[in-house]
């Protein structure tokens, strides 16, 4: 399939792009017969909407003339409940967001609170977050990449992602006893320090043979004719769209643009980390996937000069003081960190007490989904699949 | 392939003046409010009717291209429309607020400018019940399309029933 | 069968105080079809099934079914019971008689297809070795198209109806390139008969002066059974479960069967038209005597014992907890204890009719667990511009070299041998991963 | 009575209802399934006399290839409940003269023809097929290979996109 993207400017001046799909609009005498499109709704029980997506999709045989993305069956109305809970008690709500890499979330409301409230995070607490955001980063990225085999059929890289996972997982556990809701980055610091001995040990095997593996998991998907056919020039998202659409995360950098708020807004421990902010210039389906898995490879190399930083830097406080009954002054801050899925930001509004007055998320998830009603028109039904699973939406994150 | 980024955050904090923000100033005259205040990013306070130039402004004259959140606050006399613009190559933001009253809650829509806007202003018409001017399609999002018990709940008036007298920390 | 009392018999026997002595061949005949049904082809697919998903759990590393019975091998059992408990349901608008019938018209052809096809030498191991043996085969197979699209259609379900709709695509597209593709073996043997075709590779297997023809049979079949790089009409991803989507229970159980069926009859059908059958290789010549047989057995199941220990091995590193070697050795044991024992020249030639068989079934079980799907564009131009070309180039070859002696065929398969090879070697140099960017 | 004498029986009872219900149903698809079990019942009759290839070729070519594209093409162009058709279409008065006309045709072929009764059991009908079509009819054969390109040009040449 040549790599063609369309796109219009219709008159209410809103930007529309669409596949090879959108040519095939019927002319001559010869197709003036009346035909109808089909319409389905793709979810929300749809086993490849990645969640309680549903999607109103208008099919002309297999092409998809429209699509109009429906949220919010996961809405738990998280900003209202900020509202009622202490700076404290709203951290453990903050694991049901993106329940998939609930340490960002963890870390956006933590950076958050500690900007409004002026607190300082220990340095051995700014390295724990650091290892255990990119250990996050990388499960995140590993069901990612693996229900994206899934989503275009082949059903062994999901197999091997979440063995991979499940390493993780098991170090994660050993760190904070949780495997999905960790609560472990707390406002003004970790919950506690990073265990020494075996959980030392298990980690560096881990970075010793993660990669191998991961080499190995994506020679399954990235060398397959067939998973090229199926991505390479699908769903192409130019830059500029992109930024317009304010997306962020794999779905932008996979658009040429190298906006990383670990570099562009820079936080915590990593202006002294070296990594590449991972960009390819495709925008399509492919390079999407190839920023994921490379963002796998740089995460590693992040945790390897974390490996020696937990040397240099010795263990002690990792709480800042009154951190737990933190009471900011009234004001406002917005503050982001860069999850698997993008910039996840938060913005606090405090009125002095020890509640937030106001808590707004942004969800990178929620902000990338938007996208996909510009860009997934014009394509089979099959590309849609292709193409949500590279913009990966995670409804907790969406519908919050 | 990555930008070139200042080293640290001390320097990424930007002047005031970089911002051209108090040509902003001269440019709209009456009705813009610049406040750079101790903690987080300038604001800038905008009547409504300016507003759109004002986005207009940022986006092609200082280059804030990158829209990163239209959220409502309630301010409890009055609601407020919030946009922070940000920079795809830059870490500069910037927050745009804009009064809204309660009887008449209407803020131009900023989707002309950013497609982005479009779910980030829906969600705030659902949830807090400021009306987007100029949006292509102002509906509900998060919650369903017949949600009329309580019509905007993240507005101080709508107290969740069962947390009242519950939960307090003190 | 040679039993010392014949069914035929027996059943005469039967019926003649009736006075419907006249019925006896039918009756014999329906009579052979249950037997064949229930002692070969309902076993057959209930090892096989554990085989394809322990097969599958090996090269996803994981050990598969291991709950019911010794390493999981009642687990299709207890499937079929599970799924005869559950409930039939109807949905309310359903089309009920088409819906309630369509399974039986994926599932019968699949069974139908075994009654010509020869399991081993001699008469005991064919049903009944048609004249037209190939042209019966192909004929059944192109039933359970009908089938699926019925199903989708009569759901009332429109993803179950863009299923229905792209199988009835697709098998229409496929049904062709594997036509000329099943055209070269009778045309080299001179029958249409199964057997015959199978006597006629004694010395040489048609794999080998038709290894295009075997290819393009290989990938056109597997879009035929909807297998995976072009399981599209129950494409899980897309179309939820495509024309399956409403059925339950043991409706839903038979297109299950159905498609095991017709994963192991694809494989036999490779096996007997374009790699000899029973024949051994390099021993096809030789009169097929006990011994040797046996000794080749064994030599055979060794090497693959041998095989899949040393892959495990290669892999202990990584996990050690599937331990498949022993597997290996104890069925070669086994076998060659029974052909040593018995000495039977035609079981023997079903264990190697099964082996090859085997072999095909774990290829499609690699391709099941290695490749993605692909899109219903890119599998229809395939079909159409590469296999139906392909393949009457290779049927034109064939039958002008069998017309005229010239060996067209050979010259074809030589050219497609060196193809592959620079295909193999471009793919080998050519590694994608992220040489280009980053 | 043989078991000759019976299947001929049921069969040429299933082919006459099957026939007659194909067009009286009001469901196309059911049309077409009875169609389908009509065709099944004629492949019957051709192993009833023993030409097994033409009974497979009927099976192969009738139910496998031509119900299915007619399956497709209903699917595609109705609705998908497939509503309801009047059993007699509007042409119904042109199409029971072609059938009448047909069907004296075949009563006249039936009482004149010469029909051999023969006790040897038939040659290979497939060898003798194929010799007879390459020989004696290749004409004919010829003639249907050139309706079928016709055919499949006129196919492309309707499914070609134009705006491409």
Same mark, same amino acid.
């Given at each position: ?158 197999? /091997? ?172 801050? /917005? ?66 | ?170 | ?438 | ?164």
């Amino acid at each position: 399939m040549a790599t063609e993207t369309k796109q219009t400017s219709e008159p209410d001046g809103v930007l529309r792009l669409g596949g090879p799909g959108l040519a095939a609009e019927p002319t001559g005498d010869i197709h003036e017969i009346e035909t109808d499109h089909l319409e389905v709704s793709m979810g929300p029980q749809h086993p490849s909407t990645h969640g309680v997506l549903r999607l109103k999709v208008k099919l002309d045989g297999e092409w998809v003339t429209e699509v109009q993305p429906e949220i919010g069956y996961l809405h738990r109305g998280v900003e209202k409940i900020a509202e009622n809970r202490t700076y404290f008690q709203f951290l453990t709500i903050t694991d049901r967001l993106d329940y998939v890499a609930a340490m960002a979330c963890n870390a956006a409301y933590a950076v958050a609170v500690e900007k409004l409230a002026g607190l300082t995070v220990p340095p051995r607490a700014e390295l724990c977050r650091v290892i255990v955001q990119e250990l996050d980063r990388i499960a995140s990225h590993l069901v990612s990449v693996g229900t994206y085999g899934l989503d275009l059929g082949a059903t062994s890289p999901f197999i /091997y992602a979440f063995r991979d996972r499940e390493t993780i997982l098991d170090l994660l556990e050993m760190v904070c006893g949780a495997r999905l809701t960790y609560s472990y980055i707390r406002v003004g610091g970790v919950a506690r320090d990073l265990p020494e001995g075996e959980w030392r040990t298990r980690f560096r095997q881990f970075l010793d043979e993660f990669p191998p593996m991961l080499d190995e998991q994506d020679t399954l998907l990235s060398e397959n004719e067939i998973f090229l056919l199926r991505t390479r020039g699908v769903g192409v998202l130019p830059p500029e769209v992109a930024v317009n659409y304010g997306t962020s995360g794999p779905v932008l950098r996979g658009s040429g643009v190298a906006y990383d708020v670990r570099r562009s807004k820079p936080y915590g421990l990593y202006p002294q980390l070296d990594f590449n902010v991972v960009t390819r210039p495709t925008g399509d389906c492919l390079a999407r996937y190839q920023v994921r898995v490379e963002e796998m490879r740089q995460s590693v190399k992040i945790l390897r000069q974390c490996d020696q930083l937990l040397d240099e830097i010795p263990p002690g406080e990792v709480l800042a003081k009154g951190a737990r009954g933190v009471k900011p002054a009234a004001g406002e801050a /917005y503050a982001s960190v860069e999850s698997p899925r993008g910039e996840m930001g938060v913005y606090l509004i405090s009125d002095g007490s020890n509640k937030p007055y106001r808590l707004k998320w942004r969800s990178p998830s929620f902000v990338n989904l938007s996208v996909l009603s510009a860009i997934g028109r014009g394509w089979k039904v099959a590309d849609l699949v292709a193409i949500i699973g590279s913009i990966d939406p995670v409804f907790g994150d969406v519908d919050r | 392939m990555s930008t070139e980024l200042p080293d640290s955050p001390e320097e990424a904090k930007p002047a005031d003046d970089i911002f051209g923000l108090y040509g902003l100033e001269d440019l709209l005259g009456e009705g813009v409010e610049v406040s750079v205040p101790p903690v987080g990013d300038p604001v800038v306070t905008i009547a409504r009717e300016k507003l759109l130039e004002a986005c207009r402004f940022f986006k092609e004259e200082q280059g804030f291209d990158y829209l990163i959140l239209v959220s409502g606050v309630d301010r409890g006399d009055h609601l407020e429309s919030v946009i922070h613009l940000g920079k795809a190559d830059a870490p500069n933001i910037v927050i745009l607020k804009t009064a809204v009253p309660y009887d008449d809650p209407h803020v131009p829509s900023v989707t002309p400018l950013w497609q982005g806007a479009n779910w980030h202003e829906r969600e705030s018409f659902d949830l807090m019940g400021i009306i987007y001017d100029g949006h292509p399609d102002l509906r509900r999002i998060l919650l369903f399309p017949e949600w009329d018990e309580y019509p905007h709940p993240l507005r101080k008036e709508f107290r969740l029933p069962s947390l009242e007298g519950k939960y307090t920390v003190e | 069968m040679n039993l010392p009392i014949t069914l035929t018999g027996i059943v005469e026997g039967a019926l003649a105080p009736l006075g419907l002595q006249g019925l006896t061949p039918l009756v014999v005949y329906l009579l052979d079809a249950l037997i064949i049904l229930l002692l070969l082809i309902m076993p057959v697919v209930t090892i096989l099934i554990w085989l394809l998903r322990k097969m599958l759990g090996f090269i996803q590393r994981r050990l598969g079914p291991m709950r019911v019975g010794p390493f999981g091998v009642l687990q299709t059992i207890a499937d079929a019971v599970k799924l005869f408990h559950k409930e039939d349901l109807f949905p309310a608008n359903a089309d009920r008689v088409v819906f309630a019938l369509a399974p039986f018209l994926v599932f019968v052809p699949a069974v139908l297809v075994y009654v010509v096809i020869p399991f081993g030498q001699g008469d005991g191991f064919v049903t009944k070795d048609l004249s037209v043996g190939l042209v019966y085969l192909t004929a059944v197979t192109s039933i359970s198209a009908i089938g699926i699209i019925t199903a989708g259609w009569s759901s009332d379900n429109k993803w179950s109806l863009l299923g229905g709709l792209r199988s009835a695509a697709q098998l229409v597209s496929y049904e062709l390139p594997m036509t000329l593709a099943l055209l070269g073996p009778p045309l080299m043997a001179g029958t249409l008969s199964l057997s015959g075709i199978v006597a006629a590779q004694q010395s040489v297997w048609f794999v080998v002066p038709q290894a295009l023809g075997f290819l393009i049979y290989f990938i056109a079949a597997l879009a035929e059974i909807a297998h995976l790089p072009f399981d599209l009409p129950e494409a899980e991803s897309e179309l939820v479960a495509g024309y399956n989507v409403e059925y339950s229970g043991m409706r839903f159980g038979l297109f299950f069967l159905g498609e095991f069926a017709n994963s192991f009859t694809i494989c036999l059908v490779a096996t007997v038209l374009f790699l000899g059958g029973w024949h051994l290789p390099f021993l096809g010549g030789l009169p097929l005597t006990s011994w040797q047989t046996g000794l080749a057995t064994v030599a055979t199941m060794a090497l693959l014992g041998g095989g899949i220990w040393y892959l495990n091995w290669r892999r202990a590193g990584w996990t050690s907890a599937t331990r498949w070697h022993w597997l290996g050795y104890v069925s070669a044991a086994i076998l060659a204890a029974i052909v040593l024992v018995a000495g039977l020249v035609g079981f023997i030639s079903v264990v190697i009719t099964l082996v090859k068989t085997s072999l095909l079934v774990f290829v499609l079980m690699w391709l099941r667990g290695t490749l993605p799907r692909v899109r219903v564009d890119q599998l229809m131009s395939f079909g159409w511009k590469a296999l139906v070309p392909l393949g009457l180039v290779n049927f034109l070859a064939l039958a002008f070299q069998a017309a005229t002696g010239i060996p067209t065929g050979w010259v074809l398969n030589l050219l497609f041998f060196v193809f592959v090879g620079w295909l193999l070697l471009f793919a080998w140099r050519k590694r994608w991963a992220y040489s280009a960017v980053s | 009575m043989s078991a000759h004498q019976l299947a001929f029986l049921v069969l040429g009872v299933l082919i006459l209802v099957s026939a007659l219900m194909v067009v009286t149903v009001r469901n196309l698809v059911h049309a077409a399934l009875f169609l389908i079990l009509c065709f099944a019942g004629v492949a019957g009759l051709y192993v009833l006399l023993q030409a097994e290839f033409l009974a497979v070729a009927q099976v192969l070519i009738y139910i496998g290839a031509i119900t299915v594209l007619i399956l497709f093409g209903i699917m595609l162009t109705r609705k998908i409940t497939g509503g309801a058709q009047p059993p007699l279409a509007s042409h119904w008065k042109a199409a029971g003269a072609g059938a009448g006309a047909f069907l004296l045709l075949l009563l006249y072929v039936a009482m004149t023809g010469q029909w051999q009764v023969s006790d040897q059991p038939p040659m290979d009908s497939t060898t003798t097929l194929g010799l007879a079509l390459v020989t004696r009819y290749v004409l004919p054969f010829e003639l249907a290979s050139v309706v079928l390109l016709a055919a499949l040009v006129g196919a492309v040449l309707l499914a070609r996109d134009e705006t491409r």
